[in-house]
């Protein structure tokens, strides 16, 4: 600490700050942490957004909860992951209340379909109709079922997530219902008891509640009603905003609603033309699909493809004009229909949106050729998130790894937000070192591949395994492992072999082993130690040039696209690789980039600057020597 920093006197932040991090196991003095906590304050105090990059190790959950906290705000965390969340629900929040000396409330608010419908258990089996859904299901599904409503009777929560065994999707389909299907509360007899409900009116008694991305994203698009009125929002992992917002706001139809749909219908319905009707929709729609998958589509959409969302526009016309008719006094009937009735109309909402496809939408088919979706997203989140976000409340957005243009992108005004970066608490010049590869042939070369496999049979030699290679595409992978497992004298894993959590289980707990895997691991891989010394990285991580969506953002912005799209992306993704090397104030290692690209290309400081400020070498003869150091 310098002399400017002693002289300074504690804010109520910074002495927060220190009161509940002294109550930490290994409490440590973190500036960046620190730093980022002031920021936080003013951000709420002068109604400013603050985009603030934090890196691994900076405790940032702690930096925004605790001045969010003692400001009295009324706040809505955001995670992209179900990790984070369980993290600020078991741990952090916990903690606070303990330590921190105010007194607030906190909630976990889920999308509905997470809780167990207490409508549903009371329908299926207690009733003529009821038995009889029971009935065509599976035995051993209806083992499950039994099971549920017994678990059900004990919890607080009806979380899914409280479970310590897991349901089938088909048991847990018949006990739960989506925002699609509910009527509501004031419509339905279990309305008062409902888990949703009940996790809601916690939500609206809450100082602090945590909510995954994709649930603010429909609060969004809904303009509001699904999360409480709120002063501060968090975004955390915040680099996935835009996507899970254009996710959101967008339509997205698939084949199998249809058959979910037809489920639905046929729970009042008795007629087995309509419900199969509906259920027919379901494989023209993947029949009109399969051979567009991956593609852009034109406006308006394809003859085929919109003749099926016609077609099955008027069935399920059909469909509200035969649910209307039913008039029954039976309450779960009525409950039938009216999940049937609400679940049918959004999806009326959805074909109508997708067959008129607004102007400044895109639309394009994503999935496989047996699982195709029709989506169709805004070229541009950001004036919906200025509308109904921006200028409600103030936004805090962070994450150890932020694109360059994520405020611009998302809607923020350059002369309402803070952008700051607080780094990280770890010492990457002393212990870490980046190796660029800039001897390689250019990787769209054919020689490139087999450049790489000779670069990993050295550098895997000189780390002694201890190897995450990180690669763009699954045929790269498979083509590492299959040169490499000749070549080394090393176990090689590959993410194909087991289960992501199983998968890096058996990489840590054994220190030779390496690992090889594609970008769905550049980000979730936390293993300290030696075990990890070498994280190496084929290409740099640009986004596909024929992604329908980004193609079509690249032309509404012209020449300035790749700057605005293509660098932030590929920088996030690799500062993101870069990030799982070092994990722990102890851990040391390299990062080793095969794509020339980094040391040569004109844009190559763009992405350098966005990566840990490790000591830099392009010979590998240092980096061989460094690795072999630290066996």
Request: charged share 25%; net charge negative.
């Amino acid at each position: 600490m310098d002399a400017s920093t002693a002289d300074t006197p504690p804010t109520a932040t910074s002495t927060a700050l220190a009161k509940v991090t002294s109550a930490l196991a290994n409490a440590e003095n973190r500036d960046g942490q620190r730093e980022m906590a002031e920021l936080v304050t003013q951000a709420i105090e002068s109604q400013r957004h603050l985009v603030v990059q934090a890196g691994t190790g900076t405790g940032k959950t702690l930096a925004y909860l605790i001045p969010a906290i003692i400001s009295g705000s009324s706040i809505v965390v955001a995670t992209a992951t179900k990790a984070l969340q369980d993290q600020l629900a078991t741990k952090d929040l916990p903690f606070l209340s303990e330590h921190l000396g105010v007194s607030f409330d906190w909630a976990i608010l889920k999308g509905r379909s997470n809780y167990v419908c207490l409508q549903r258990l009371h329908e299926v089996g207690s009733s003529e109709q009821g038995q009889l859904e029971l009935d065509t299901l599976a035995v051993a599904t209806q083992a499950e079922i039994k099971k549920l409503r017994a678990w059900a009777d004990t919890s607080e929560t009806g979380d899914a997530a409280e479970l310590d065994w897991t349901p089938s999707d088909s048991s847990w389909r018949a006990v739960s219902v989506g925002s699609d299907e509910c009527p509501g509360a004031d419509r339905c007899p279990q309305g008062d008891p409902c888990f949703a409900q009940r996790a809601r009116r916690r939500a609206d008694e809450a100082n602090v509640v945590v909510v995954n991305t994709y649930l603010y994203g429909l609060n969004v698009a809904s303009e509001g009603v699904i999360l409480p009125e709120h002063d501060v929002v968090v975004f955390d992992e915040a680099q996935v905003l835009e996507d899970i917002m254009s996710d959101t706001v967008g339509v997205e139809i698939s084949p199998g609603r249809f058959a979910t749909l037809s489920g639905v219908v046929g729970r009042i319905i008795d007629d087995p033309q309509l419900v199969g009707s509906i259920a027919e929709i379901s494989q023209g729609l993947r029949d009109a699909l399969e051979d567009h998958v991956g593609d852009r589509l034109p406006t308006p959409l394809p003859e085929r493809i919109q003749e099926v969302l016609v077609d099955a526009r008027l069935r399920l016309g059909k469909a509200i004009d035969t649910l209307l008719a039913i008039d029954t006094k039976v309450e779960d009937a009525v409950q039938r229909k009216l999940r049937a009735q609400k679940m049918t109309g959004r999806a009326i909402e959805q074909l109508d949106a997708a067959v008129q496809c607004r102007e400044g939408y895109v639309a394009f088919v994503s999935g496989s050729r047996d699982s195709p979706r029709l989506e169709i997203a805004p070229l541009d989140v950001g004036p919906t998130m200025a509308a109904r976000v921006w200028e409600k409340r103030t936004g805090v957005l962070t994450s150890a790894t932020i694109p360059s243009s994520l405020a611009t992108r998302v809607g923020i005004s350059e002369t309402d937000v803070e952008i700051a970066d607080v780094g990280s608490p770890f010492d990457y010049e002393s212990n870490s070192m980046l190796y660029c590869a800039m001897h390689m042939p250019n990787p769209n070369s054919d020689a490139f591949r087999p450049a790489v496999h000779d670069e990993l049979e050295a550098l895997i030699g000189a780390a002694g395994g201890r190897t995450l290679a990180l690669f763009t595409s699954w045929r790269s992978m498979d083509d590492a492992a299959e040169a490499l497992r000749d070549r080394v004298d090393f176990p090689i894993l590959t993410q194909r072999d087991f289960p992501k959590p199983a998968l890096i289980k058996k990489f840590a707990d054994s220190e030779e082993t390496c690992l090889f895997a594609t970008a769905g691991l550049f980000q979730g891989v936390d293993v300290p130690g030696p075990t990890l010394s070498l994280v190496v990285i084929d290409r740099i991580p640009f986004p596909r040039p024929d992604d329908p969506l980004l193609s079509a953002r690249r032309e509404s912005l012209g020449p300035d696209a790749f700057g605005q799209i293509d660098i932030p992306r590929a920088s996030m993704m690799l500062a993101q690789a870069c990030g799982r090397l070092i994990r722990s104030t102890t851990d040391r290692g390299a990062v080793a980039v095969m794509d020339p690209r980094l040391g040569k290309a004109k844009y190559r400081w763009e992405i350098v600057k966005a990566l840990p400020p490790m000591k830099r070498t392009r010979h590998r003869s240092e980096v061989e020597e460094f690795l072999q150091q630290l066996r």
